[in-house]
Each structure stands twice: as structure tokens, then as C-alpha cells.
């Protein structure tokens, strides 16, 4: 056998497992290499090895001089726009003030909203019947997905334990979602404001993320021309959440309807993010996106964590929706391969899931969408009143957003500002509305208790009452 690598050639005789007869390096006979079966030649960066009869064939490389670890690109690309934006905030509250966060969207931070007894009833059977200890299939035990399918389904948007993979949580649902979609230099279309983390994913696969804007004098309706005009041959996946975080708004059957036929004319699957499935206040209805589409596939994503209030327990799902077969069979294995990334959501939740979805009474629900809605009304109310701030009033999920006139706040630069020096002087703290990329607001959680949200108001408007400035003030500002 010869072997060339450049100007350098070395002939090697296989006979049994060494090497016999004769090796040319760089034109010098070199014999008798064999060791104990194991045969190597070293020509001058030439490598070979015979290994049961086996030659093997590697140009030797210079070894490192010294140690360079680096993350991958897909580390570098990954950023979370709000831990970017509160990591870089100076937040010194004031000592004289317990501190009031309306900015951390956990329903069980202040102990206040507990899940329902049968919630906790259904994972201590779990537990004790030590059935949910080993590892369950990936997308889930056949069991708890026939549940979730039998909970979600409708005569307008049937579904089976087949449409139906649980998830670490909705935002792994998320992440499946958009992975089985697109591909590197493929683009989505994000509402703006909207959840940070589908750009946080996006980006970080090489996926475009493109805004569509949200209109606030439409209590944050979708900007429709806008939506279209951003579609193209690369637009691989409409992301639509509602009710919504961070706006706390809940789109109506028909302009759901309309959102549907953008899609539909171009061809456009969409994510519909549902998490806040249902949690919208008495006189409003959320119809799923499936039940009103039917050639739309829609991949809607769930879970427990804020309906149930245990975020924590990190159980979400896929829906798969898909009555024209235009997802097929290759999207469903798709999601099937991605959930073998990971051994997929908790199993002793998932034995939980059935007693979970079919014993929590109505009356839990409807006790945590009255206390949301007190909340987002005293939080409205009260702000209302504060010159220089615009609350728009939520219909759903647990957030609201109040604008600021920043013209009327020359001591602040931004929503940043304004939103740091409210921690520094009143000890409450609003999450600016640039970490969702809309500057210029800031999303208040009304998960709080109802005389902490009462105080923190209070707060906030004598805050913004010492920092306005009125019209004439204005120009005397300007003038000096």
C-alpha cells in the first residue's frame, strides 16, 4: 500500500497483523517496525498504525502549546433582553421603605396566591404511589397526554393523545416549536411588546426575529398592515400570545379571525403561545386559535404554570393542530426527535397531570381571575389619576402596562431611568418595557397583595407628582 501526503510517501506491506518487508520515508528504507503486532512508521508528520490488520492513516498534528476553551457561537448569540437590562440597573432602594416588586411575573412570590388543594393533592397520590420514579418516554407518558388532549379538546379543534408532547415547562414548548420550524437565516414574526424570550431563542439558532407592532389605543390589538408587510419566501413561523405578557390584553374572536387569514394567504404556520390559556376576566372570551382555523396549522403551547400558579413545577405541552396534514408526518417526528434532546418534563408531574386537569374545582379558577382582575383594577384606577401616565387597561393573564409621557419627566433619559430612580426614591420596582423592546412604558405584575398594590400606587404617584413637569414648566425647563 502507498500513501502520499504532499512530497512525502511511505509503503507499507500488510501481512497478518504487522508490518513487514519495506518502509520508505523520505526516501530511506526503514525495516523491522513491527512491535508486537503493532506496526508504526514515523515519517516527518506521517502517522501509521496497524491495528488487527487494520492500517490506519493520520497526518500528525502539532499538539497545542497552551489552553483556549471557548464558548460556542449559540453561548455568544444568547441573550435575555430583561436580565440584560435589570443587570445593568443600579436598584438601591430606600432604606426607610420595604421594597415592593411588581416586576417578577411569579404568582407565588408573596405567598399569596396558593394553587388549589386538589393541585397538591394529586402529586402526594403521585408521590406515594411510587409509579412516576423511573424516566418516562420523551414526549410523554401515553396517560398524561390523552388527559391534556381530553381537557383542550373541542368539536372545532379535536384532539388525540398523538397531538399531544409534554414539555420542561411552556418554554420548552416554545423552544421545540420554533426549532422544528425554521432553520438558520429563516426569520419569525414576534409581537412588539412581547415575550422576550422567542428572541432570546431565535437568535441564538441564527433566526431573524421580526417585529410586528401591537397598538396601545387598541387596547395592544395587532397592527395588521404591519404584520403582513414583514412576511416573506424566509418567514417561516407567526408567533401570536394571548392573552398577553407583558400587555395583559386579550384579543377578540374576530380579530383572531383576521390574524388567521394573514396566515392563511401566506402560507404562514403559526406558534400560538397560550400559557395564559383562560385567564381572562368575566365578559371576556379567548377562544383558542385552533378552534377558529381550519386549514391554519398551529402548534399551540401550554402548560400549568400560571393557570395552576406553580410555575415551578415546569410542566408544559404541545398542541399540534393539523386537520389539512399540512405539518405531516415530518413535523410530528420532528418534535418527537427534538423532545429525545432531553428526557422531557418531571414524571412524577406527569402522573399528577390527570387528577391535576380533572379534580382543580372551578372555583379556584374563578377566585384567581377575580383577585387579578381587583388588582388590575385598583392599579388602573389609582394611576389614572397620576399626570404623565398612561395605564391601558388589561382583560386578561396578570399583567398591565401604564405608558409615561417622558416630555413630562425631563429628570429621566428613559423608561430605564425613570423605572431605577423609582426603586432609589419609593423602593418599587416596574420592570422597564425596553427589556420587551418598547420603550417608554413599564409592565406592573398584579399578582401583589391587594393593600401592597394599594401602597405601591400610592407610591408611584407621589413619585411621579415630585418629578412633573406641567406644560409652562416645560418651556421654563427648555429656556434655561
Known amino acids: 500500500m502507498t500513501s502520499r501526503l504532499g512530497n512525502k510517501c511511505t509503503l507499507v506491506q500488510m501481512n497478518g497483523n504487522g508490518v513487514h518487508g519495506k518502509q520508505t520515508v523520505n526516501g530511506k528504507s526503514m525495516n523491522g517496525l513491527g512491535v508486537n503486532g503493532k506496526a508504526v512508521v514515523h515519517g516527518n508528520s506521517i502517522h501509521h498504525v496497524s491495528v488487527n490488520g487494520s492500517l490506519y492513516l493520520a497526518k500528525t498534528k502539532s499538539r497545542r502549546q497552551r489552553w483556549e476553551v471557548k464558548p460556542s457561537e449559540m453561548a455568544n ?37 396558593p394553587t388549589d388543594f386538589a393541585v397538591l393533592q394529586a402529586m402526594k397520590d403521585a408521590i406515594d404511589c411510587q409509579k412516576y420514579n423511573g ?13 391534556v388532549a381530553n381537557f383542550y379538546t373541542c368539536p372545532e379543534a379535536p384532539l388525540e393523545a398523538e397531538d399531544v408532547i409534554l ?4 418554554s420548552q414548548a416554545i423552544d421545540l416549536a420554533i426549532s422544528v420550524l425554521c432553520n438558520p437565516g ?22 431573524e426575529v421580526k417585529l410586528y407592532n401591537l397598538l396601545p389605543e387598541k387596547s395592544w390589538e395587532v397592527d395588521l398592515k404591519h404584520l403582513e408587510s414583514l412576511i416573506d419566501e424566509r418567514t417561516s413561523c407567526l408567533i401570536v400570545t394571548n392573552p398577553s405578557n407583558p400587555c395583559g390584553s386579550v384579543f377578540s374572536e374576530e380579530h383572531l379571525q383576521k390574524i388567521l387569514k394573514v396566515a392563511s394567504r401566506h402560507c404562514v404556520p403559526i406558534l400560538a403561545d397560550e400559557i395564559y390559556s383562560n385567564m381572562v376576566f368575566p365578559g ?17 403551547c401550554g402548560g400549568l404554570a400560571k393557570r395552576w400558579l406553580v410555575p415551578g413545577w415546569r410542566m408544559g405541552w404541545i398542541l399540534i393542530h393539523d386537520r389539512n396534514d399540512i405539518f405531516g408526518s415530518k413535523i410530528r417526528q420532528g418534535l418527537v426527535k427534538l423532545s429525545q434532546r432531553i428526557l422531557g418534563a418531571c414524571s412524577i408531574i406527569q402522573g399528577a397531570l390527570e387528577s391535576i386537569l380533572n379534580n382543580t374545582p372551578q372555583s379556584f379558577y ?22 404623565g401616565l398612561n395605564p391601558i387597561m388589561p382583560s386578561g393573564a396578570m399583567y398591565l402596562m401604564v405608558g409615561i409621557d417622558m416630555d413630562r419627566f425631563p429628570d429621566f433619559k428613559s423608561d430605564v431611568d425613570f423605572t ?24 406592573i ?4 397583595p391587594e393593600e401592597m398594590m394599594v401602597e405601591a400606587c400610592g407610591r408611584i404617584k407621589e413619585f411621579c407628582q415630585h418629578h412633573y413637569c406641567s406644560g409652562s414648566h416645560d418651556s421654563n425647563y427648555l429656556d434655561q
Open 366 to 387: 374563578s377566585d384567581t381571575i377575580n383577585f387579578l382582575k381587583t388588582n388590575s383594577e385598583i392599579c388602573f384606577n389609582e394611576l389614572c389619576t397620576v399626570p
Open 445 to 448: 405584575v398584579v399578582t401583589v
Open 186 to 207: 429563516d426569520n419569525i414574526l414576534v409581537p412588539c411588546p412581547g415575550f422576550s424570550l422567542y428572541k432570546t431563542l431565535a437568535v441564538s439558532m441564527g433566526i
Open 284 to 300: 371576556c372570551s379567548c377562544p383558542s386559535m385552533a378552534s377558529l382555523s381550519s386549514d391554519v396549522p398551529i402548534l399551540s
Open 77 to 113: 448569540k444568547t441573550l435575555n433582553p430583561i436580565r440584560a437590562i435589570v443587570d445593568g440597573m443600579k436598584l438601591t432602594p430606600n432604606p426607610d421603605k420595604p421594597m415592593i416588586a411588581l416586576s417578577i411575573g411569579d404568582p407565588t412570590v408573596f405567598g399569596n396566591m
Open 135 to 147: 424516566y418516562a418516554p420523551s414526549v410523554g407518558y401515553l396517560k398524561s397526554r390523552q388527559a
Open 167 to 170: 414539555t420542561s415547562g411552556c
Open 420 to 443: 431605577e430612580r423609582l426603586v432609589t426614591e419609593q423602593s418599587v420596582f416596574c420592570l422597564p418595557a425596553s427589556a420587551f423592546e418598547y420603550p417608554n412604558f413599564f409592565r
